[in-house]
């Protein structure tokens, strides 16, 4: 059956989102930033905390921003799967976006917009390529090329307009997986305002009255739905949405904070516990670089090497399941405890992992996950290996077992032999590693998990 499109109508007339100000300019029109910041800001608009509306700009070239248009800038956002032992599986409209520009065709709109007081938030994620320094960039009547220069010519003009007051400095959230993304971002800044020669009271200003402030963010969102599932939902829902959107229950939007002013200026991260603001973000970042990336990147030579394509398959295998729930409690979390990291705060981020990998709506597939696998296990379980022995005395079971189908892995699919000492340089673990490798080589992966 065919469904009308999803347009304002299908929200209640006692809605009053329309009538609240435009107070976020958010570069990025992707599924991550809808699933994530915007999922926040809706919520928070909901309960009457924020109050305001997003101004989404469109800064890539390739397609428009009809779909949006079309549906009044609303969508649909699906959360499925386990969240703290119980199933989540619900919808709702996401209404926190007033309208989406287009960079390029619409600069002009944006300098203006750039001059209204109540636009207090920047938020962005133009993926790592975006945080570069092109030093080619014009600082004209037209859109500059790159991000960071779209950001300082419209710093600029909001500092000409308010005649420099530090009362109107923006709170400036970029949400790019580069480490400490906020000082990337605010370094390039800062060489292009000197490079294109901009006043030293305009560079104080950007210091002085902005705070960008380094944020990490953590959500599985796919996306739309597979074909037989989206006909089904619009089904129950009665109408057609191009711009719908997945996730899971879980989320992580962990913020750097360190200005007195900024929080009322972001107020819609009071509005859940799984936005944390902190005066540094350290522990979330190494909590989520060690237990989720670096499990699965143990992990994931093994469960190809077995036969599972995705993660829920992996993990629906007992003799897997417990291999990947014994790494990361047993091995793993008593590597990341320190001063900042307590062992309670570690289990239960170990235990979101696993509810997480476990999750039988999200189909994550182990072959993704190995892209660039040799740079990911050198960064991410390097430090690891060889923590868990100084702490312990002995090489760890399953990390050494991981590394080495990691091995065989590389020699039989990309024809690269790996050396262990590279990696860990305590023998102990690599005559270990040597001896799974022979397992391997003798009875196979499925023997060894059995």
Not at 261 to 273: A, G, L, R
Request: glycine share 6%; proline share 4%.
């Amino acid at each position: 059956m065919s469904w009308p499109l999803l347009n304002k109508d299908w929200i209640s007339k006692q809605n009053k989102f329309n009538e609240l100000p435009e107070r976020v300019m958010q570069f990025g029109t992707g599924v991550l930033l809808r699933g994530l910041p915007d999922f926040f800001i809706h919520h928070a608009n909901e309960k009457g905390i924020f109050n305001g509306k997003i101004v989404v700009v469109k800064s890539t070239y390739q397609g428009g921003i009809a779909d949006f248009t079309s549906q009044d800038n609303l969508f649909t956002h699906c959360i499925r799967g386990v969240y703290k032992g119980s199933l989540v599986n619900d919808s709702f409209i996401n209404s926190s976006i007033s309208r989406v520009v287009e960079a390029k065709k619409d600069w002009k709109l944006l300098v203006e917009l750039a001059k209204n007081e109540n636009l207090e938030v920047i938020i962005s994620n133009t993926t790592e390529a975006g945080l570069v320094l092109d030093t080619n960039d014009a600082l004209g009547p037209d859109a500059p090329h790159s991000f960071p220069a779209k950001l300082l010519a419209l710093l600029y003009a909001r500092w000409k307009y308010f005649n420099g007051d530090v009362n109107k400095g923006w709170v400036i959230l970029p949400t790019e997986l580069v480490p400490n993304n906020a000082n990337v971002l605010l370094d390039i800044i800062l060489k292009l305002a000197k490079l294109h020669a901009l006043p030293e009271d305009f560079v104080h200003w950007i210091n002085q009255a902005n705070e960008f402030c380094n944020t990490l963010v953590d959500r599985i969102v796919p996306g739309k739905l597979e074909e037989k599932e989206m006909q089904e939902l619009e089904d129950k829902l009665g109408y057609k949405d191009q711009l719908l959107i997945s996730s899971e229950p879980f989320a992580l939007w962990a913020i750097e904070v360190n200005k007195p002013t900024t929080i009322p200026k972001i107020s819609f991260v009071t509005v859940d516990e799984r936005v944390v603001v902190a005066p540094s973000i350290i522990k979330y970042r190494e909590l989520k670089l060690r237990l989720l990336n670096g499990t699965h990147t143990f992990s994931c030579a093994l469960a190809i090497l077995a036969g599972f394509d995705t993660v829920v398959k992996a993990m629906e295998n007992k003799a897997f399941n417990n291999f990947i729930t014994g790494l990361a409690m047993e091995e793993i979390v008593p590597c990341v405890l320190g001063d900042a990291i307590t062992e309670k705060e570690a289990i239960q981020f170990a235990n979101s992992v696993l509810e997480r990998f476990a999750n039988p709506f999200i189909q994550h597939k182990w072959n993704s996950i190995a892209i660039n696998f040799e740079e990911k296990m050198k960064m991410r379980n390097q430090f690891l290996m060889e923590k868990f022995i100084l702490l312990t005395g002995k090489p760890a079971e399953k990390m050494a077992l991981g590394f080495a189908t990691f091995a065989w892995y590389m020699k039989q699919e990309h024809q690269k032999d790996i050396e262990t000492k590279n990696f860990c340089h305590h023998q102990e673990f690599i005559d270990l590693v040597e001896k799974w490798k022979e397992k391997i080589n003798n009875i196979g992966i499925k023997t060894i998990l059995g």
